[in-house]
């Protein structure tokens, strides 16, 4: 039986072989993982860490030998606008600290690309720059916008770089009942930085480093 890892990698490769028909599939099939995700009972998370505006939570990722994260917090701003933020596009890179550069590697409709872009390091570089490739799709979810995505092969390799790989990853982002100009941001990321890192400062990485993108996404939310 295949792992989880080596089905999306298959998928991957038709997207680049066949064209929008696969793409359209990989897509749904993509969503469907996170709105699973959306859908896991509360008691099987456990806090992994909690700031003023936003909680962490980690469960045991059934995807890879890591933890599958859960972060939620209220945007002051719209739907559209916090997810403008996060998707590929110009304003990812002006605000997120942590992505260093992103480029779009293939583009099959407005919601749907293939993205590469690359980390700094973290934990004064323990964790060193890291790469990626990425499927990444936004589609309409309930009242508001799931903007997700899924790590691709892609033959073309830089060596200054250790290729991470994202096994299913989202955001849902939902307006509020009683005031819909704020927002219920919610992730779901699990990623495997790869490499030889200890599994402490994984854990330390991902938890500060969900913190901080809440953080940061806010102040860029009231610049704009």
């Given at each position: 039986?295949?792992?989880?890892?080596?089905?999306?990698s298959?998928?991957?490769?038709?997207?680049?072989?066949?064209?929008?028909?696969?793409?359209?599939?990989?897509?749904?099939?993509?969503?469907?993982?996170?709105?699973?995700?959306?859908?896991?009972?509360?008691?099987?998370?456990?806090?992994?860490?909690?700031?003023?505006?936003?909680?962490?939570?980690?469960?045991?990722?059934?995807?890879?030998?890591?933890?599958?994260?859960?972060?939620?917090g209220?945007?002051?701003?719209?739907?559209?606008?916090?997810?403008?933020?996060?998707r590929?596009?110009?304003?990812?890179?002006?605000?997120?600290?942590?992505?260093?550069?992103?480029?779009?590697?293939?583009?099959?409709?407005?919601?749907?690309?293939?993205?590469?872009?690359?980390?700094?390091?973290?934990?004064?570089?323990?964790?060193?720059?890291?790469?990626?490739?990425?499927?990444?799709?936004?589609?309409?979810?309930e009242?508001?916008?799931?903007?997700?995505?899924?790590?691709?092969?892609?033959?073309?390799?830089?060596?200054?770089?250790?290729?991470?790989?994202?096994?299913?990853?989202?955001?849902?982002?939902?307006?509020?009942?009683?005031?819909?100009?704020?927002?219920?941001?919610?992730?779901?990321?699990?990623?495997?930085?790869?490499?030889?890192?200890?599994?402490?400062?994984?854990d330390?990485?991902?938890?500060?480093?969900?913190?901080?993108?809440?953080?940061?996404?806010?102040?860029?939310?009231?610049?704009?």
């Amino acid at each position: 039986m295949a792992d989880p890892e080596s089905r999306w990698s298959e998928s991957a490769r038709k997207i680049k072989m066949e064209g929008l028909s696969d793409v359209a599939s990989f897509s749904t099939k993509l969503q469907n993982t996170l709105i699973q995700y959306h859908s896991i009972d509360e008691d099987e998370w456990r806090v992994a860490k909690k700031g003023k505006d936003v909680t962490v939570w980690r469960k045991p990722s059934e995807k890879f030998n890591g933890y599958l994260y859960k972060a939620q917090g209220v945007m002051d701003d719209t739907v559209n606008n916090v997810i403008d933020f996060i998707r590929p596009g110009p304003w990812r890179l002006e605000w997120d600290q942590l992505m260093t550069s992103l480029d779009i590697l293939e583009h099959f409709e407005e919601s749907c690309c293939v993205m590469r872009y690359t980390t700094a390091g973290q934990l004064l570089n323990i964790i060193s720059p890291r790469e990626f490739v990425d499927f990444s799709y936004t589609v309409g979810y309930e009242e508001g916008l799931l903007s997700c995505g899924v790590s691709v092969d892609w033959s073309e390799t830089r060596p200054e770089f250790v290729r991470g790989y994202n096994h299913p990853c989202g955001w849902f982002c939902i307006p509020l009942k009683d005031n819909p100009n704020q927002s219920l941001l919610t992730g779901y990321i699990q990623t495997d930085l790869r490499g030889m890192i200890p599994q402490s400062a994984v854990d330390t990485a991902m938890a500060s480093t969900l913190t901080n993108f809440y953080g940061d996404l806010r102040k860029a939310l009231r610049k704009a």
